[in-house]
């Protein structure tokens, strides 16, 4: 062998305690950097961030927008920012699934034997995932721009509904991540996923006016986080505005995080 | 570390180590003590512990009982230190199948906190000298059984530990990578580390391991040299098929003489006797034709996994394909 291979001995080596700061940083990233390589080698991991966002609201508006708003034009700045977090909100359930395929594979354990920050596979993934939002938000905003949205704030406005929109997002992939850590296989994640989402999103301001709903549909309607971040993000993407919306959108994310965010890193270094 | 630890001499010292999994005891107080610089072999048959034993060795799972030390440092206590002293080669290629053998090493390399350079020529070093150079682009899915179980190890030796847990790493190769793979390992401890390696072949553990546990349901039930071993469950059998069997009398003596021990003779022109070194066998054929005693034919049955189980616990290993405990 070599003489690189040799081994260094036992006494020889200095021993750390345990992993710094600095290397959990460090650590993460790396990982972050393995599951952005990781996409680029599945890309068919990317539909719900390509496809999706350019199918979905070319379909619901030229589906809706006549019954809606009259007119397909008219409709624009209504759903394409219920589209967009729709769309990301979507996505932030990839967190989990993968999450899970990822500790049942051979190579988790791997990870775990390694003298690693223990956090770094699923901070890198909360990492990694922003990219994902990042793509899922220029998407939507390009598919509505290409079916003749014209933002009223302009640029700007869409940037801060697109940062909104991600921030949201990647407070809800700690639920996700959560299930993920928790769930026996990434199948029932997507599953638990999809009958949180599914509701989550129809039953919003996305598509349709509130008032035209029965009444016990708009009380839960206006409490529905999702239609918060509709009405947020169509304030700062038509109008350049923020509202209350806007400050209930960075709460609820805060509150999400502040009560997922130790729940998950306490499941997830149990069984990591 | 004290002086008391690092002179024991241990790379991996375990007593009354238990780990239940519900009312299955998969492993019921082993107790190894491996030399630093060995080749330690733990044999033993599906089932017996011996993954479980790793993974708990490796700060994959926590122990239910006993303690497990790895150069003197505590696998529960003290695992991020024990982790800086081992490499893991699992029963599963623990590599990520999606990137690339290139990309595998890189990031482990990273995560062991080399530099970006240092990384990629770690690397380089380590595709080349696991003979995967040409295929280091390819992702892993269209990799052979061996070019996987090469990169595996390979990804266990980036922070050049002086540990390493190798558990079954020949299972389901062909012969002629099985035989690849032994090579590596025994050039692995030529550079200095100690190995700890599975297997369920009695055939590997003699070919590689300075000593052998044999493990089963979750006990040790014999632990010793190669040798010692084989001498206590009774070693390869040498069976001889005298042309002639006037000449009986005149080949037992000459076995009696070359090899020390008395040959029974079971059938007429038969002739066995128990031969614990196979070096012998040239001095003996070389002895009987000077005796001019001529052979029908030679063989040499060796002790099979099932014999030594049978000689060891008096029953025969358990034919279960209930695997051990999983991650």
């Given at each position: 062998?070599?003489?690189?291979?040799?081994?260094?001995?036992?006494?020889?080596?200095?021993?750390?305690?345990?992993?710094?700061?600095v290397q959990a940083v460090h650590n993460s990233l790396t990982m972050a950097y393995r599951d952005l390589l990781k996409?680029?080698?599945?890309?068919?991991?990317?539909?719900?961030?390509?496809?999706?966002?350019?199918?979905?609201?070319?379909?619901?508006?030229?589906?809706?927008?006549?019954?809606?708003?009259?007119?397909?034009?008219?409709?624009?700045?209504?759903?394409?920012?219920?589209?967009?977090?729709?769309?990301?909100?979507?996505?932030?359930?990839?967190?989990?699934?993968?999450?899970?395929?990822?500790?049942?594979?051979?190579?988790?354990?791997?990870?775990?034997?390694?003298?690693?920050?223990?956090?770094?596979?699923?901070?890198?993934?909360?990492?990694?995932?922003?990219l994902r939002y990042a793509i899922a938000t220029f998407m939507t905003f390009l598919t509505g721009y290409v079916i003749g949205y014209r933002p009223g704030a302009g640029l700007g406005g869409v940037v801060a509904a697109s940062l909104l929109t991600i921030v949201v997002a990647w407070a809800i992939s700690w639920i996700f991540a959560l299930i993920g850590v928790m769930a026996r296989s990434s199948s029932s994640v997507q599953a638990i996923a999809f009958l949180v989402i599914f509701p989550l999103s129809f039953l919003s301001n996305a598509f349709v006016p509130v008032k035209t709903l029965p009444g016990w549909m708009q009380a839960f309607v206006k409490v529905n986080p999702i239609s918060h971040l509709v009405s947020a993000a169509r304030q700062l993407a038509n109008y350049g505005t923020i509202g209350h919306d806007f400050w209930y959108c960075l709460l609820g994310a805060a509150v999400v995080v502040l009560i997922f965010a130790p729940l998950t890193v306490r499941a997830y270094m149990r069984r990591a | 570390m004290t002086d008391a630890q690092k002179n024991s001499g241990l790379a991996v010292e375990t007593k009354d180590l238990i780990k239940v999994f519900g009312d299955n005891r998969a492993v019921d107080g082993v107790d190894l003590r491996v030399p630093v610089g060995s080749i330690y072999g733990v044999l033993g048959p599906n089932g017996a512990g011996k993954t479980?034993?790793?993974?708990?060795?490796?700060?994959?799972?926590?122990?239910?009982?006993?303690?497990?030390?790895?150069?003197?440092?505590?696998?529960?206590?003290?695992?991020?230190?024990?982790?800086?002293?081992?490499?893991?080669?699992?029963?599963?290629?623990?590599?990520?199948?999606t990137l690339t053998a290139g990309e595998n090493l890189f990031i482990f390399g990273r995560?062991?906190?080399?530099?970006?350079?240092?990384?990629?020529?770690?690397?380089?070093?380590?595709?080349?000298?696991?003979?995967?150079?040409?295929?280091?682009?390819?992702?892993?899915?269209?990799f052979s059984g061996g070019m996987r179980r090469r990169l595996d190890l390979a990804a266990s030796l980036i922070a050049q530990p002086p540990l390493i847990f190798l558990d079954e790493p020949t299972t389901g190769l062909?012969?002629?990578?099985?035989?690849?793979?032994?090579?590596?390992?025994?050039?692995?401890?030529?550079?200095?580390?100690?190995?700890?390696?599975?297997?369920?072949?009695?055939?590997?553990?003699?070919?590689?391991?300075?000593?052998?546990?044999?493990?089963?349901?979750?006990?040790?039930?014999?632990?010793?040299?190669?040798s010692e071993l084989k001498a206590s469950i009774g070693t390869a059998t040498l069976q001889l098929s005298l042309a002639d069997k006037v000449s009986v009398p005149a080949a037992s003596q000459v076995i009696e003489r070359v090899l020390g021990t008395k040959p029974t003779n079971p059938e007429q022109h038969m002739l066995a006797a128990p031969m614990a070194d196979p070096e012998k066998i040239t001095d003996l054929l070389d002895a009987l034709r000077k005796a001019d005693i001529h052979l029908q034919e030679v063989s040499v049955q060796k002790p099979t996994l099932d014999e030594v189980f049978l000689t060891l616990t008096g029953k025969p290993t358990r034919k279960e394909t209930k695997q051990e405990g999983s991650v």
């Amino acid at each position: 062998m070599d003489a690189e291979n040799v081994a260094i001995s036992a006494n020889s080596r200095k021993l750390k305690k345990r992993a710094s700061v600095v290397q959990a940083v460090h650590n993460s990233l790396t990982m972050a950097y393995r599951d952005l390589l990781k996409m680029r080698r599945t890309p068919e991991q990317f539909s719900d961030v390509t496809i999706q966002p350019i199918l979905f609201p070319v379909m619901f508006t030229y589906i809706f927008g006549g019954a809606i708003a009259g007119n397909v034009h008219a409709y624009l700045p209504y759903i394409i920012p219920g589209m967009l977090a729709m769309s990301v909100v979507t996505t932030s359930q990839v967190t989990g699934t993968q999450l899970r395929e990822d500790m049942d594979k051979g190579v988790f354990n791997r990870f775990r034997s390694l003298p690693i920050a223990r956090i770094a596979p699923l901070a890198g993934a909360l990492i990694a995932d922003t990219l994902r939002y990042a793509i899922a938000t220029f998407m939507t905003f390009l598919t509505g721009y290409v079916i003749g949205y014209r933002p009223g704030a302009g640029l700007g406005g869409v940037v801060a509904a697109s940062l909104l929109t991600i921030v949201v997002a990647w407070a809800i992939s700690w639920i996700f991540a959560l299930i993920g850590v928790m769930a026996r296989s990434s199948s029932s994640v997507q599953a638990i996923a999809f009958l949180v989402i599914f509701p989550l999103s129809f039953l919003s301001n996305a598509f349709v006016p509130v008032k035209t709903l029965p009444g016990w549909m708009q009380a839960f309607v206006k409490v529905n986080p999702i239609s918060h971040l509709v009405s947020a993000a169509r304030q700062l993407a038509n109008y350049g505005t923020i509202g209350h919306d806007f400050w209930y959108c960075l709460l609820g994310a805060a509150v999400v995080v502040l009560i997922f965010a130790p729940l998950t890193v306490r499941a997830y270094m149990r069984r990591a | 570390m004290t002086d008391a630890q690092k002179n024991s001499g241990l790379a991996v010292e375990t007593k009354d180590l238990i780990k239940v999994f519900g009312d299955n005891r998969a492993v019921d107080g082993v107790d190894l003590r491996v030399p630093v610089g060995s080749i330690y072999g733990v044999l033993g048959p599906n089932g017996a512990g011996k993954t479980t034993t790793i993974n708990i060795l490796s700060t994959l799972m926590s122990a239910d009982g006993g303690t497990a030390k790895v150069f003197g440092h505590d696998v529960g206590r003290e695992a991020h230190a024990v982790r800086q002293l081992i490499g893991l080669t699992g029963q599963n290629a623990s590599v990520d199948e999606t990137l690339t053998a290139g990309e595998n090493l890189f990031i482990f390399g990273r995560l062991l906190g080399l530099s970006r350079s240092a990384a990629r020529q770690r690397t380089t070093e380590l595709l080349e000298e696991f003979n995967l150079v040409d295929v280091a682009k390819r992702p892993l899915g269209k990799f052979s059984g061996g070019m996987r179980r090469r990169l595996d190890l390979a990804a266990s030796l980036i922070a050049q530990p002086p540990l390493i847990f190798l558990d079954e790493p020949t299972t389901g190769l062909d012969p002629r990578t099985r035989n690849q793979m032994w090579d590596t390992i025994r050039r692995l401890v030529k550079s200095g580390s100690t190995v700890l390696l599975t297997t369920q072949y009695l055939d590997e553990a003699d070919q590689l391991a300075d000593r052998i546990a044999v493990i089963d349901r979750g006990k040790v039930v014999a632990e010793g040299t190669t040798s010692e071993l084989k001498a206590s469950i009774g070693t390869a059998t040498l069976q001889l098929s005298l042309a002639d069997k006037v000449s009986v009398p005149a080949a037992s003596q000459v076995i009696e003489r070359v090899l020390g021990t008395k040959p029974t003779n079971p059938e007429q022109h038969m002739l066995a006797a128990p031969m614990a070194d196979p070096e012998k066998i040239t001095d003996l054929l070389d002895a009987l034709r000077k005796a001019d005693i001529h052979l029908q034919e030679v063989s040499v049955q060796k002790p099979t996994l099932d014999e030594v189980f049978l000689t060891l616990t008096g029953k025969p290993t358990r034919k279960e394909t209930k695997q051990e405990g999983s991650v």
